[in-house]
Nanobody, 117 residues
């Protein structure tokens, strides 16, 4: 079955950096748009960034210039480099995979990111 396994979350001070990783298995990675979403307490889940199989990227305005999404198709892995972190970036971060046909949609279990002020 399809699995998306996130890692790299943790506690960091404001201004610091973290790198999230998501390893996908059970799917043809090159056929999926990979994304990172986040959900803060009491808020709805929101898109952070996504990347197409060919490497085209899209970012939420709140993270532009601070976060970078990338993928390694040979390793079935998508990354989220998060720099200049702010307390408002505190959330559970989820990895997402959507097939280019939009027929399939999978989620990881989430990883907690906490930014202290």
């Amino acid at each position: 079955q399809v699995q998306l396994v996130e890692s790299g979350g943790g506690l960091v001070q404001a201004g610091g950096s973290l790198r999230l990783s998501c390893v996908a298995s059970g799917l043809t990675f090159n056929n999926y748009v990979m994304g990172w979403y986040r959900q803060a307490p009491g808020k709805e889940r929101e898109l952070v960034a996504h990347i197409s199989p060919g490497g085209s990227t899209n970012y939420a305005d709140s993270v532009k210039g601070r976060f970078t999404i990338s993928r390694d198709n040979a390793k079935n892995t998508v990354y989220l480099q998060m720099d200049s972190l702010k307390p408002e970036d505190t959330a559970v971060y989820y990895c997402n995979a959507v097939s280019t046909s939009s027929k399939f949609n999978f989620w990881g279990q989430g990883t907690q990111v906490t930014v202290s002020s």
